[in-house]
T-cell receptor, first 111, second 115 residues
Framework: GQQVMQIPQYQHVQEGEDFTTYCNSS?????IQWYKQRPGGHPVFLIQ?????EVKKQKRLTFQFGEAKKNSSLHITATQTTDVGTYFC???????????FGQGTTLQVKP | DSGVTQTPKHLITATGQRVTLRCSPR?????VYWYQQSLDQGLQFLIQ???????AKGNILERFSAQQFPDLHSELNLSSLELGDSALYFC??????????????FGSGTQLSVL
């Protein structure tokens, strides 16, 4: 069945360092979404990418969707302690109608 | 506040028992999703409903069942509970699934502990 893999599982960085998480799908996706879950909280929608090769920015966050629409990445520039949490990608396949989440990357930022 | 309401917030029960988790979607959202999150695990898709009908099914055990009622609230029933069913169960809702806009709004979750 459809699988979405995300790496790394954990990342510890010093405040000010950059951070990247990668997402790969076993099937071509209709769109990909990114969510952030703070410790003890629930996932919160960050962004959706739809077009092949699409790049979107939100302040220090840069999201990319691969040309083949099977992979995506989230890059955070100059991390801050407020960036702490788990970042999930979620791939939507219109053929199956399922939104499948990756395992998530948990980011720890040391001040 | 996402607008999605889940009750109860915490549930402690024993093995072999049956529980019901409840979810009220955001006003106007027709689709409800259920996800299971175990410790240090991702979000496992269980099932999705759209306007009362089952839309997609994930890795939902036969011991689990769900439904969406005419008022669009949803219930997830877990029976013959096992220790491994202990997890955080999230409900999420969306406006237009299948149209390219599947942005999900998550509730705060129900923490289930099976002892």
């Amino acid at each position: 069945g459809q699988q979405v893999m995300q790496i790394p599982q954990y990342q510890h960085v010093q405040e000010g360092e950059d951070f990247t998480t990668y997402c790969n799908s076993s099937t071509t996706l209709s769109n990909i979404q990114w969510y952030k879950q703070r410790p003890g909280g629930h996932p919160v929608f960050l962004i959706q990418l739809v077009k092949s090769g699409e790049v979107k920015k939100q302040k220090r966050l840069t999201f990319q969707f691969g040309e083949a629409k099977k992979n995506s990445s989230l890059h955070i520039t100059a991390t801050q302690t407020t960036d702490v949490g788990t970042y999930f990608c979620a791939g939507f396949n219109s053929n199956t109608g399922k939104l499948i989440f990756g395992q998530g990357t948990t980011l720890q930022v040391k001040p | 506040d996402s607008g999605v309401t889940q009750t109860p917030k915490h549930l402690i029960t024993a093995t072999g028992q049956r529980v019901t988790l409840r979810c009220s979607p955001r006003s106007g959202d027709l689709s409800v999703y259920w996800y299971q999150q175990s410790l240090d695990q991702g979000l496992q898709f269980l099932i999705q409903y759209y306007n009362g009908e089952e839309r997609a099914k994930g890795n939902i055990l036969e011991r689990f069942s769900a439904q969406q009622f005419p008022d669009l609230h949803s219930e997830l029933n877990l029976s013959s509970l096992e220790l491994g069913d202990s997890a955080l169960y999230f409900c999420a809702s969306s406006i237009n699934p299948g149209t390219g806009n599947e942005k999900l709004f998550f509730g705060s979750g129900t923490q289930l502990s099976v002892l």
